[in-house]
């Protein structure tokens, strides 16, 4: 049997005429970069995640990057990050010159703890970067309460929940990612809404906003060799785009399907003694990037063991925190242990989720992990 953790290969084939008749135009017409196949997925992805701006970009990592140049911080101002996340969160916090603040995630949804940000919280706080992770939006009503308060910004890292829904107190809903004031995404291959190669895209519903940071991925300049702020290179190509056009239209229908693996694992470990299934939210759709147990008890490494050589795919996303990363010695602030950052390091394992699992793959892997604890 053919266990992936995700299949992009078998997902290709259904879209592939569509996705091949697009890169056939764009060879044709050799618009490699930017132009027209770009523009319709920009407006498209607008109109999806009902958003006034849509600025694609040439990865994730770049749109993070590309959003915290645009919010005039200066070296040494303090930028608020989970310690839980993976490193591209912190990375261009520190390359930019600003210290990444790194917070304790909550032990049940994975995602930034509001009480840490509260916490952290000083008066060389201008940002912070709440992540939503494994396709769960974090707390963002009260982190848009707490930035409001104290004046900062908030730039969601939305790599890994495109699609999700978040419901606020008042019965209202907006996409994840159009939350913040500003919203970057991942079209990383194995992605919910995946390119074939690399892509990201940034988020916001700010006119002038929007106008820097599109300034900012273009070299800085909006007139052509004229530069009026330092900026990037970071361009998404036409054959990502038409890609992702093709895959937009059926994100809903990608997301549902790993909602429905994820009922089926959630069901057949439902109780387990050692076993804890990913927590849904009651603000969050969760579109379940990644399906994610904790394993109780100290025994997360050897069940991992135990798959590999049951030849089950598995990952541990992340097994380090990210203040104990050599990168990040220097500027993690002194912080030592964050105790569900820890507890999660030691806990987490995540199984083969995708859009193409049928219950036959589903079965054969639940039946190897319940073997283990027999
Ligand atoms: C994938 C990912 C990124 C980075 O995206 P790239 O396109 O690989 O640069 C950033 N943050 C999170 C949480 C991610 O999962």
Redesign the pocket.
Known sequence: MLLQMVDVKSQYVKIKEEVDRGIHEVLDTTIFIGGPKVKKFQEELEVYLGVKHVIPCA??????QIALMGLGLRPGDEVIVPAF??V??AEVIALLGLIPVMVDVDADSFNVSVEGIKKAITPRTKAIVP?H?YGQSAEMEAIMNIAQKHNIFVVE?N??AIGADYLFSNGGKKKSGTIGHIG?T???PS?NLGCYG???AIMTNDDNLAFLLQKIANHGQSVRYYHDVVGVNSRLDAIQAVVLSAKLKHLDEYNLARQKVADYYDAAFAGHAEILTPLRSSFSTHVF?QYTLRIKNGKRDSLKDFLDDNKIPNMIYYPVPLYKQEAFKATSNGMEYLENTELLCKEVISLPIHTEMDPTQLDYIINVVKTFFK
């Open positions: 990865n994730g990592t770049d749109a993070i996340t993976y591209a969160t992540v992770l890292d790599a890994q970057c991942s079209f990383y992605k690399d892509g990201g990037h």
